[in-house]
C-alpha cells in the first residue's frame, strides 16, 4: 500500500498532465493491434509481387532535364510506406520520401522530361511520380519493362492502401514509424537511452525522472527495454488526453462509458445538434467504438469517444458542406470561380519556367479559369510565355491538349480559358484551329439555346465545357453579320489585362469619343468567343444602361481595390449582372498575391491569384473554394445576387436582415505538431492565432500566449472572441505558429475555412501545411460557440 502511495505522491508531484492515468490503466484500451500483429492488410501488401520487387530494391534513373539522368538505387522499406533511394557515390547520404505524400503514377513519357527523351528511353520504361501539392515530379527510368511494370502497380497499391487507411490504421503507422526511428540499432526493442532521443524528436520536453516513470510503468516485462507491444502502450500512456478525459468524464455516469442517452445528451447539448440526434448518436457507436462488448450496450468507450472526436466528422468542417451541396443552376456571375493567374508559370513572373505541369496542378486544385499568354512563335506555331520577360516557352497547342486531358478530373463544371492574346491574324487562326481539332465537342461554341441571352448559363448547363474569353468581332447580336470589320480596338487590348507593367498596369480612363487605335482579329478565333467577350470598363453607369450580360472586363488589383472602396455599392451590383476578373499587379514579379478577400466582398468572381506562391492568399483562396465538393464553384450569398441589391461592404449593417454573431472559440490544446527546427534537441513554443478575414468591419485577430518547450500535447484553455457583421463573406483562419521573442515567428501549421461552414462544439482543426497539404496527426483541439449579438 505504501508503495502504491508513493506512487501516486509522484504523480501528483510530477506528472499534473497526466493525472488521469490510474483510470487510463483501469479502463484499459486493449489497444494490442501494432502493425506487425494485427495489420493484415499491411502484411497482405507486403506479400504482393510487386511490392517485393520494390522492397528488393532497383536501379533506376531519374531524369531532371535532357543532359540530367542519373542512376540511383530505389528501394521500399520494411514499414512499407517509405521510398528510399541514394546514389552509389553518396556514401551514407540518402533520401526518402513516405508513399502518402504521393497523388498518383503516370505511366510512359507523360511528363515534359520525359517526352523530351522518347528517342532515348521507350515509353514502357518510363513513368513519373505525383506529388502532392507544388512539389516537383519525379520522373524515373526503369532497366526493363518488367521492373518499370513492377514499381508503377506496387507504388499505385500503395498509394490506394494510404488513401483509404481510417483514422485508426493512420495512427497505427504514425505509431509504427515513431518506433522505427526510435529503435537506432534495429533490434525490435527500445532501450531508455532511445526513448529520451524518441521524446526530443516528438517534440516533448520531459525531465528524465518523467521520461523514466513513462518507461517503466510501460515496460511490463522489466527488461529494460520495450517492446513493440510495450512501446504501444508507452505511446498510448503518452498521449493520454485530460480535455477529452473531463468532457467525458463531464457526460459518463460511471466514468468508464457514454451509455446511448448520455451520448445523445453530449450531442444536443455541446455539439449543437438538432434532428435526429439518437439515430446520430448510434451511428456514431457503430463506426468508433473499437470494443464489441460497449457496440452490443449502444455505448461508448473513451477510445471510442476519442476517435470521434479526432475523425472528420469531429472536425471543425461541417460534413454536409464538403460535398457538393449548392444549387448550381443560377448564372455564372452569382458564383465565385477559383482562377488562376499566369497559369504557366512554376515560379516567379521574369526568368520562371513555362509550364505544362503548372496547368495540370492548377487544375488538380479546383481552378476553373486558367491563362494562356500566346505569341506569334517562329515556325508558325503560337507560343506562350510572359511576354518581354526570360520566362521560358511552350507550344500553345500543347497546353491545349493539357486541358483537353485534366480540365474534368477535379470538377465537372466549366473551365474558363483566358486568353491573353498577342498573335498577329495568322496564328490567331492557327490557335483557333487548335482548340477546334483538339478541345472538339468540349468546347463551347454554339449559344446553348440559339438564343441571345438575357443572363448568362449557370454552371450546371455548361457541365464539362470549356468556354474562351477573349475579344470578339461584334457581338452575340452581329455574329452573322459578314460586313463586320475584324477589327477591334486597342481599348478592348486592356480588357485582358495585356499592359500588366509597371508603368501601364492602371491606364487613365479613356473618354468615349477619344481617337482609338486599332488591331486586327482573327474571325476564326473571334466565332469561338460567346459568353465570356472581353470589353473595357467604362464605368459602373455605362455598363447599366449599355453592357452585355455576356460582356466582361478585367481589371489590375489597384484599380479594383480603388473601385471597391470608392464605389463598393455599385461594384456589387455591377457583379450581380456580368463577370469581372481581377489579376495581380505587374510589380509583382515574385509571383507573390494580393488579398483575395478584398475583391470577394465586392462580389468579383473570377479573382485570379498566382497559384504556385504558397501563404496567406491561397489559404485564403483553398479555404473558401474546400466547401461544395471543391468543384471550383462557390454560391454567392444572396444580397450579392439580387440586382436591386444595396449591400455595400463598408456599410454592412445597412444591409436588410443584417445579423451580426458573437464567435467565441476556446482553444483547449494541440496535438502532436510538427517540428520546425530540425536541429537535434530543438522544440517548439506553439501559440495559436485566429484570423478573421471578411468585410472590413471584421477583420480582426487575436491570438494565445505561447506554451514553452512542448509540441506534442501543448494546452492553452484560453478564449477568442469576434463579433462577425457579415458571415456569410467571412473565412476564419487558425495558424500555430512557434513562438521567437527575438526574431519573426515560424509558421507550423494552418487551417481556413468559411465561418458558414463551422461546427459548433468541441472540435479538431487538422492542420495543413505552407503547401496546402495534410499533416497527420497534428491538430488543435477548440471548443466553439456562435450566438446572436444581443
Known sequence: ??????????????????????????????????????????????????????????????VKSRSWKKQRHFRLLEDGLTIWYKSRWAGKCHSTFSVSELETVREGHQSEVLLSI?????????FTLVFHGRQGNLDLVAESPEEARAWIQGVRKLIHKAQTMDEKERLDQWVWDWFQKADKNKDGKMNFKEVRKLLKMMNVDMNEEHAFYLFTMADKSESGSLEIEEFVHFYKILTQRDEVWKVFQDYSGDGERLMLEELENFLRIEQHEGEQIAQHAQELIDRYEPSETAKKQSAMSLDGFQKYLCSQEGSIFKPEHRGLYQDMS????????????????????????????????????????????????????????????LTSKILFR???STLKEYAFKASDFPVILSLENHCGVEQQTVMAQHLSQILGDTLLTTLLDGQIPQQLPSPQELKGKILLKAKKIGGLENCLDETLTDEVSDEEEMANGDAESPSAE??????LNNKKSKSKLSR???????YCKSVHFHGFEYSRVHSKCYEMSSFSESKAKRLAKEAGGDFVQYNTRQLSRIYPSGLRTDSSNYNPQDMWI??????????????????????????????????????????????????????????PLRLSIQVLSGQQLPKVNQKEGSIVDPLVRVEIYGVPQDQAKEETSHINNNGFNPVWNETLNFVIHTPELALVRFVVEDYDKASRNDF????????????????HIHLLSKDGTAIPPSSVFVNISISELT
Open 118 to 126: 522518347a528517342e532515348e528511353f521507350p515509353a514502357d520504361l518510363c
Open 506 to 511: 492602371d491606364p487613365p480612363a479613356e473618354g
Open 1 to 62: 500500500m505504501e508503495e502504491l502511495d508513493t506512487t501516486q505522491r509522484f504523480c501528483l508531484k510530477h506528472l499534473g498532465q497526466f493525472t488521469n492515468i490510474c483510470f487510463f490503466l483501469k479502463a484499459n484500451f486493449h489497444w494490442h493491434d501494432s502493425r506487425i500483429a494485427m495489420d493484415p492488410e499491411g502484411s497482405r501488401i507486403q506479400d504482393d509481387p510487386d511490392v517485393k520487387v520494390m522492397m528488393a530494391g532497383s536501379t533506376l534513373r531519374k
Open 602 to 659: 465586392v462580389g468579383c468572381q473570377i479573382v485570379a491569384l498566382n497559384f504556385q506562391t504558397a501563404g496567406l492568399e491561397m489559404d485564403l483562396n483553398d479555404g473558401l473554394f474546400r466547401q461544395n465538393g471543391s468543384c471550383g464553384y462557390v454560391l454567392k450569398p444572396d444580397f450579392m445576387r439580387d440586382g436591386n441589391t444595396q449591400f455595400s461592404p463598408e456599410k454592412p449593417e445597412e444591409r436588410q436582415g443584417h445579423r
Open 524 to 530: 476564326e478565333l473571334s466565332d469561338l468567343v460567346l
Open 748 to 763: 507550423i501549421g494552418q487551417f481556413t475555412l468559411p465561418f458558414t461552414c463551422i461546427q459548433a462544439g468541441y472540435r
Open 398 to 400: 500543347d497546353i491545349i
Open 330 to 389: 443560377q448564372p455564372l456571375s452569382h458564383y465565385f470561380i477559383s482562377s488562376s493567374h499566369n497559369t504557366y508559370l512554376l515560379e516567379n513572373q521574369l526568368r520562371g519556367q513555362s509550364s505544362l505541369e503548372a496547368y495540370i496542378q492548377a487544375l488538380k486544385r479546383g481552378c476553373r479559369c486558367v491563362e494562356v499568354d500566346s505569341w506569334d512563335g517562329s515556325d508558325g506555331e503560337p507560343v506562350v510565355y510572359h511576354g518581354h520577360t
